[in-house]
């Protein structure tokens, strides 16, 4: 029974570097959203990707991210040249569609900038 | 703008000490509320999605309602493995808005 996948839990890099976290959906799901958990805060949206298409990337930041969701494989959430201010959870959901379905989300990575 | 509102921010119940969180929201379009359970360290559980006014749904000690403009999680009779935060949103088109929580601890 294989839930929404995500790795690596935790992840730590240093200003500068590349990070990129991995999701994969539940069996069957095809949509994909990627949120931002900071504490005390809410989830915030980043971007929600179909295979092969981003559907809405309007909470993504302009520079330094980028998603894919590629027709084989995970989704992956691509942040480069990281900073202090990056440092937070990073969530994936799934859902079977566009109808009326909950998101499914997977346990996070949670991204440490040194 | 779409927003959503969760209160209180933290709970403290003895075991046995029924009570009810709130969600409220002002959403044009609105496509299902649902709540959603989080333990330290882990993604969202989802528990119910509602659709509209009236609708209830109940899991174990948990029963959600709806109204037009807000949603009650209500918890009876809860043990300390109900502690927990709780989570709602609100989806609107493609997007999911989530509130910040109510953090609920359970004393036995």
């Known amino acids: 029974n294989a839930g929404v996948m995500q790795n690596p839990r935790h992840l730590v890099r240093r200003r500068g570097q590349e990070a990129r976290l991995r999701c994969s959906p539940m069996?069957?799901?095809?949509?994909v959203y990627w949120y931002r958990q900071l504490p005390e805060e809410g989830l915030k949206f980043m971007v929600y990707l179909q295979k092969e298409n981003i559907i809405d990337e309007s909470g993504m930041p302009k520079e330094r991210f980028s998603a894919e969701f590629p027709k084989e494989g995970p989704s992956i959430l691509r942040i480069q040249q990281v900073v202090r201010g990056d440092s937070a959870a990073y969530f994936c959901?799934?859902?079977?569609?566009?109808?009326?379905?909950?998101?499914?989300f997977g346990n996070g990575t949670r991204l440490t900038v040194t | 703008e779409d927003q959503v509102t969760q209160s209180p921010e933290a709970l403290r119940l003895q075991e046995g000490e029924s009570s009810s969180l709130n969600c409220s929201y002002t959403?044009?379009?609105?496509?299902?509320l649902f709540w959603y359970r989080q333990d330290p360290g882990k993604g969202p559980e989802f528990l119910f999605t509602?659709?509209?006014a009236g609708e209830e749904k109940e899991k174990e000690r948990l029963k959600a309602t709806l109204t037009k403009k807000e949603s009650f999680l209500h918890i009876t009779a809860p043990k300390p493995e109900d502690s927990a935060t709780y989570l709602c949103a609100v989806r609107t088109g493609n997007q999911f808005y989530f509130g910040t929580g109510t953090s609920l601890t359970v004393i036995p």
């Open positions: 069996k069957g799901h095809s949509h």
């Open positions: 509602l659709y509209s």
């Open positions: 959901a799934s859902s079977a569609g566009t109808g009326d379905f909950p998101l499914h």
């Open positions: 959403v044009s379009g609105l496509r299902g």
